[in-house]
């Protein structure tokens, strides 16, 4: 069963601190994985996408890596920034039948920066 | 400025009580798609569209319709609402191409609170 697990669940750290997400994902055949930000209310917004090749793409403070071996992910937030509290969710495409993908996602893990 | 956009914003109805939530998008996308967002379940999908007139069913279709007539309109219809239709709902749209959409980043839209009694 594909199924994309994320921890920890929530994380509370302070203004300026690193911190990082994890994503393990158990989804065959993989296509990509990606990291999206939401804000609380909002819609989600795509911060990296990852194909089987990569091992590591930045966005500013933001650095997402993959090992495709043992299937995991993580997402390295630098210099925290209050606005950086949300939820952060990991997403992986699977391949299907006639060439679809289907996107498979996790849970999210809730992200508090506090001053 | 690119965008997709959802309407309306909050909506708390009663059982039974139709209601359409509309989603446009200006980016001239070929795919879209429809999310609920729940409690410790994370977003699932109800239906998406690949093209005008194509919709397929998500993960969790039931209680929901949907149209496609126009390139960038996708509502999404609740022809008789229950509570357990209450949720946080996402319009998401992309670009489609021939080895299928999902390899493509999704936009989203704001998001429908809605509350069905």
């Known amino acids: 069963k594909n199924q994309v697990e994320q921890s920890p669940q929530s994380l509370i750290i302070l203004e300026g601190k690193n911190c990082t997400l994890q994503c393990n994902y158990t989804v065959s055949p993989f296509s990509n994985l990606r990291w999206y930000k939401q804000d609380t209310g909002r819609g989600p917004v795509s911060l990296t996408i990852?194909?089987?090749s990569e091992n590591t793409k930045s966005n500013g403070r933001y650095t997402a890596t993959l090992d495709a071996d043992t299937k995991q992910s993580s997402l390295h937030i630098t210099a925290s920034q209050l606005s950086d509290s949300a939820s952060y969710i990991c997403v992986v495409s699977a391949l299907e039948a006639g060439n679809n993908r289907k996107l498979i996602w996790g849970l999210g893990t809730s992200l508090a920066v506090n001053p | 400025e690119a965008q997709v956009t959802q309407n309306p914003r909050y909506l708390i109805t009663v059982t039974g009580k139709k209601l359409t939530v509309t989603c446009s998008q200006n980016?001239?996308?070929?795919?879209m798609s429809w999310y609920r967002q729940d409690p410790g379940l994370g977003l699932r999908q109800i239906y998406y569209?690949?093209?005008?007139?194509?919709?397929d069913k998500g993960d969790v279709p039931e209680g929901y319709k949907v149209s496609r007539k126009e390139k960038r309109n996708f509502p999404l219809i609740l022809e008789s609402p229950s509570p357990n239709q209450t949720s946080l709902y996402f319009c998401a749209s992309s670009l489609l191409a021939g080895r299928g959409a999902q390899d493509y980043e999704q936009y989203f839209g704001p998001g429908t609170r809605l509350t069905v009694t």
């Open positions: 980016m001239n996308h070929e795919y």
């Open positions: 990852m194909t089987f």
């Open positions: 569209s690949m093209n005008v007139e194509v919709t």
